[in-house]
């Protein structure tokens, strides 16, 4: 019976055309991601030459006694600067999740961390606002067009031309014929969908490694998973009562409900519930404490060149007016630390409620899981900033430990800087965080073939025609 299902399947010709399509916009996608990736990847890498570039004519400089470049004040707070670039992962080009909210690299200098991550703002408004298309976006959306195409008559268009009835007067079971049609469906649209995801990597990523291997069998899994929903769903519609249109109408406003709206409305209960934090109101908490905390510095630096009127030269003033700076960004740091502690928090609570209340939507969380296997979900970002914070303050000791001392910088100073380095990222991890969803989608489908199942055994005993009604 499957070999003969899988016959009458390949003479359908929307579902061969229809699955054509789907991988022609995976291609196109992918190449998009990479495209996108590779032009983030050659601006950091450009920044990153400039700043090493600088930091070795600076050290050149130094060595030569240049006194801008022995300055550690200069240095810290103008001169030199810490290029920070995100480590790519395997996966970024297919599902570009929520790497579109910060820049393609960022340059820290001994000023506050708020100065540091105000610079990372995205150099694409319009992009943002309208998203990306990519891979996740494609399969997500598209996926259960192509299972409402193959499904929506699965058990109606039988019972309509006839086949159910015959299957029953001639002794044979029903629901053993309709489980064969369905598994044979089901396993050609799982097929399908691996096909497109190895298009994906192969257009998609650069090379493959073992990385990417587990990256593979993670999308391929996560995404088998949904289409099995889809199916379950689809064969759940059919076994009520009513045709193929009404079946087809139902299934589209599943999609309509369950892919677009939902998402969306969770969406607006999140930022409703837990709105982001006022970045307004933390600039204005920001620029209070950077006046009161020159205030505190200039009469600090006042009451230092009253008690020594003899060292009021230009080195001694300007070692001077570093040394107030450094003081004025620790307070500044100190003020802004509760804000922006709060700002991650908050954004913690966002990230849990929304992994929460995405269960309500198997796009949503088939999406949650495939930006984890990309590791491009705001709990990476929140990683990565962690990172980039602590960096910040090693950046800042650093400096302000030899603007204190009134040590000047040395050639051998600049190769001690400070050099970031990008939290590492686990594919298996990644693959543990995203088997949640996989059951979770695993489970309300076995549900709903249970229901299915039970449905279906009255076709073996009850006429067609009078259990479709």
Request: charged residues 20%.
């Amino acid at each position: 019976m499957i070999g003969a299902e899988w016959s009458l399947l390949r003479r359908e010709p929307h579902l061969k055309w229809g699955a054509i399509a789907l991988l022609l916009l995976v291609a196109v996608a992918a190449w998009n991601g990479r495209m996108l990736l590779e032009s983030r990847t050659n601006d950091a890498s450009l920044a990153l030459q400039e700043s090493r570039e600088t930091i070795d004519a600076l050290a050149v400089q130094a060595g030569n006694g240049n006194a801008t470049a022995s300055s550690p004040g200069a240095a810290a707070f103008g001169a030199v600067s810490a290029t920070i670039v995100r480590r790519s992962t395997t996966g970024e080009a297919l599902a570009i999740g929520q790497t579109d909210l910060e820049a393609s690299f960022q340059k820290l200098t001994a000023r506050n961390a708020y100065a540091a991550l105000a610079a990372s703002a995205p150099d694409n408004a319009l992009r943002l606002a309208a998203g990306n298309f990519d891979v996740a976006f494609v399969l997500v959306w598209l996926i259960p067009l192509l299972m409402i195409a193959a499904f929506f008559d699965i058990i109606a268009g039988e019972r309509e031309r006839g086949v159910l009835a015959l299957a029953v007067v001639a002794g044979a079971a029903a629901s053993r014929y309709l489980w064969a049609k369905w598994l044979t469906r089901t396993l050609a649209s799982i097929g399908v969908t691996w096909l497109a995801v190895a298009l994906a990597i192969a257009v998609g990523e650069r090379s493959w490694t073992a990385e990417t291997a587990m990256t593979l069998a993670g999308w391929g899994v996560v995404l088998s998973a949904y289409v099995f929903f889809w199916a379950a769903l689809a064969l759940a519609c059919n076994v009520g009562r009513g045709n193929s249109e009404r079946h087809a109408a139902v299934l589209a406003a599943a999609w309509l409900t369950l892919v677009i709206l939902l998402p969306a409305a969770i969406n607006l209960l999140v930022t409703n519930v837990f709105p982001a934090p006022s970045r307004v109101e933390l600039a204005a908490q920001l620029r209070e404490a950077t006046e009161a905390a020159d205030r505190a510095a200039a009469k600090d630096r006042d009451r230092w060149f009253f008690d020594h009127p003899d060292l009021r030269s230009g080195e001694a003033e300007r070692a001077a007016y570093y040394r107030s700076v450094a003081a004025s960004e620790r307070v500044i740091t100190d003020a802004i630390t509760p804000q922006l502690s709060a700002f991650e928090s908050r954004a913690a609570e966002r990230r849990a409620l929304t992994r929460r209340l995405q269960w309500l939507s198997p796009a949503a969380t088939t999406h949650d899981a495939l930006t984890i296997l990309s590791h491009t979900d705001g709990e990476s970002q929140a990683t990565f900033r962690t990172a980039l914070l602590k960096f910040h303050a090693r950046w800042q000791t650093f400096f302000f430990e030899r603007i204190d001392g009134d040590r000047l910088l040395t050639r051998d100073d600049y190769a001690r800087l400070p050099t970031f380095e990008s939290p590492p990222t686990s594919s298996l991890r990644a693959l543990q965080s995203a088997s949640t969803n996989v059951l979770v989608l695993l489970a309300i489908s076995a549900l709903l073939c249970i229901y299915c199942g039970i449905r279906l055994t009255r076709l073996d005993t009850i006429p067609p025609q009078q259990e479709g009604g």
